[in-house]
Structure formats: C-alpha cells, structure tokens
C-alpha cells in the first residue's frame, strides 16, 4: 500500500491560440496563487494540440507565447514545474498504457470529442479520439491530486479517476490516487463582450469580443468601451444583475481585476451609468494587465532564454514522472530495462 499522497495540483493548456482575459483570470491567475500552498506543475500540452491540425511554425510561437503568458501572470519557474509536454517522453508513454486500461464504450461517451469531431467524425484524427487517454497519463504520471480545469474537462478528470480506478483494480494495487477537478468559480467564468451569454473565447471570430493579453493599453480601452451594456444603471448589489448577463459580466470582470467582492463594486457605482462605468473598468484593466503584456513582450524577445527555462522544467518534471512510468511498467508485467 502507497502512503497519502502529498496535495499536487496538475493543469495543462494547449497552445493552439493567444491567450484571453478569460484563460488569465480563469486559469493562468489561479494558477500563480496556488504557489506555494501546494506542489504545482504546469504544462503547456502540445501533444494535445496536435491532435487538430497545427500549422507547425504557428506552434513553435503560440507554445513560447504560452510559456510567456504563464511566466507574466505570475506562475514563477522557480517555485512551480513549468514545461513543455512532448518534451518528457513519459506522457506518451503511458499515454500508450492507459489507453489499454481505458475502455472503448467510456471513450466513445465522451462530449468534447463529438463536439469536436462533429458530423465528420471518420475524418477525425485517431488522437482527437485517444485525447482523454492522454490527458489521464499526464495527470497520473505525476499521482496530482488536484485538477483545477473549466467545467468542459471535468468529464475527462472522471474518465482519469475511472482509468485509475480500473488500474489499481485490474492490478491489485493501491498506486494511483484518484484525482480531484478543481472547477474554476462562476465569478471566473469571463464572458464575451459582444455577447454576455457565450465564454470569451480566443476561436470567437470577433476580435472585439475578446481582451487578448497582448493587447495594448489603447485597444483594451476601446474594447470595453465598445462592449455591449443595457441602457439601465448599476444596481447596488450583484443580485441586481440576474438577467443582465452584459453588465454582470463587466462587473464581474472589474471585481476580479480588482480583487473586490462584486457587491462592493456595485455598492461603489450604484445608480452610475456605463458612461462611467466603462472607462473605470478600463483604468483597472489597463493597469492589472500592461505589467502582464510588457513581461510577455520581454519574454517572447529572447525565446533562448525562454527555452532554457523551459529545459528546466522539462528536467524536473522528467524526474517526478520517469520513476511513476517505470513502476506503473513493472506493475504491467514488462520486465526491466537495465
Ligand atoms: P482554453 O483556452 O479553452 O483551452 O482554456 C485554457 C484554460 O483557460 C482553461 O483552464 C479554461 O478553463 C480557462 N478559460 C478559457 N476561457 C475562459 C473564460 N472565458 N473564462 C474563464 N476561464 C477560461
Ligand atoms: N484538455 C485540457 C483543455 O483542453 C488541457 C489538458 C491536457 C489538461 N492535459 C491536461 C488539463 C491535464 C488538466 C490536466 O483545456
């Protein structure tokens, strides 16, 4: 019997686009604040990417980006494993023995695939279909805990938590802990600013419906300035904006930015207009995020250096994934390699 794992917080995002308000204060932002609570391990999952189509030069950049945006919110190289999946053969590696673990009836129960695939789904890639499997190795080959991923992957940490399970079953073993998703909180949840009802997104065709962290100080103001709002002022409580899914959404926005409860915030501008509103939410978005951009900036100026970092992590994640490999290899029956 394995003794109580110590708490160890696993995410992973793919670099297959920029990166939105909504992945900073969704993902990245939470990300920097486990730090130092917990062990955390943070990997930019470009096996992951790859299983759509990925123009390969693109890659290369929006992976450094990635890695640029992880630093610039915060998530610091030196008190957090950063690094680059394909980079640590151990995710492919026991991606392979999970997916002999896995069963084709839970796979093929799984909605990310049908709504990725969609009605063309023999043209799919045999890794969009595999994807989950993946996901699993590179959460148990560390034995994380904790999960913390939008409420879309939750389905795939209950398929981890179902193939561990099934593992340690099948073998008579007590190896892999179960892991637990950490689902990002409503007041997290950023919307588009063209559409409060639908996630700010970095597929929205529409540029304006999203803040992009590379954004400048001028686009950003424009942005908000140009995000649909009702006629209505600010109530003086959150629970006044119910079914005002724009102006929830700003405020919402500022509150995170901010730090502030949104009752406060709307306590604060009660009875306001969005004339006075828009170009606050605009002062605090501007001074939170231009730090963030001009890191990024910097970071993505020496891609060299960026690289190192990232050789870094990929060492120290190699050395907390390689043994659980070997042994989770041993358990299966494959005889050592010497
Ligand atoms: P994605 O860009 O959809 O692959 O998501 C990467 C990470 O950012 C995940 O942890 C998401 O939950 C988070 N995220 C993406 N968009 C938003 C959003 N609009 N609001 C909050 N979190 C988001
Ligand atoms: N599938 C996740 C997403 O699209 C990314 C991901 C890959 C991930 N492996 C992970 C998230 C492991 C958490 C843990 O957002």
Not at 3 to 22: E, K, N
Not at 68 to 92: E, K
Not at 176 to 197: C, H, K, N, W, Y
């Amino acid at each position: 019997m394995t003794p109580q794992p110590q708490a160890r917080v696993f995410s992973g995002i793919q670099p297959s686009g920029g990166l939105t308000l909504g992945n900073y204060l969704g993902a990245l932002k939470r990300f920097a604040e486990q730090q130092g609570k917990v062990e955390t391990i943070y990997c930019l999952v470009d096996l992951h990417a790859v299983t759509v189509w990925q123009e390969p030069e693109a890659l290369r950049r929006q992976t450094r980006e990635l890695a640029a945006g992880f630093i610039a919110a915060g998530v610091d190289p030196a008190r957090s494993v950063l690094f680059v999946q394909s980079h640590v053969s151990a995710h492919a590696e026991l991606g392979w023995l999970l997916m002999c673990v896995a069963r084709l009836g839970w796979m093929n129960r799984m909605t990310q695939f049908k709504d990725k695939a969609g009605k063309n789904a023999e043209k799919a890639s045999l890794g969009l279909y595999a994807y989950p499997a993946l996901m699993a190795a590179d959460i148990l080959a560390y034995h994380a805990t904790q999960v913390p991923v939008g409420e879309d992957q939750k389905q795939h940490v209950e398929l981890t938590r179902d193939i561990a399970a099934k593992f340690n079953h099948d073998y008579g073993v007590d190896f892999f802990p179960l892991p637990q998703p950490v689902i990002e909180g409503a007041a997290t949840r950023v919307m588009s600013l063209r559409d409060g009802t639908k996630k700010m997104s970095k597929s929205d065709p529409s540029d304006a419906s999203r803040i992009n962290l590379t954004d400048d100080a001028d686009s950003i103001a424009q942005k908000i300035r140009k995000a649909r709002t009702d006629a209505a002022p600010l109530p003086g409580s959150a629970e006044g904006l119910k079914d005002r899914p724009e102006a929830r959404n700003l405020v919402n926005i500022y509150a995170a930015l901010s730090g502030e409860p949104p009752d406060a915030v709307c306590a604060r501008f009660e009875g306001q207009g969005f004339g006075v509103f828009k170009p606050a939410l605009a002062d605090v978005a501007v001074a939170q995020l231009e730090p963030i951009t001009r890191r990024m900036t910097e970071l993505m100026a020496d891609p060299a250096e960026l690289d190192r970092l990232l050789q870094a992590g990929a060492d120290q994640a190699d050395a907390i994934a390689r043994p659980i490999v070997d042994e989770t290899r041993r358990i299966m029956g494959m005889i050592p390699r010497r």
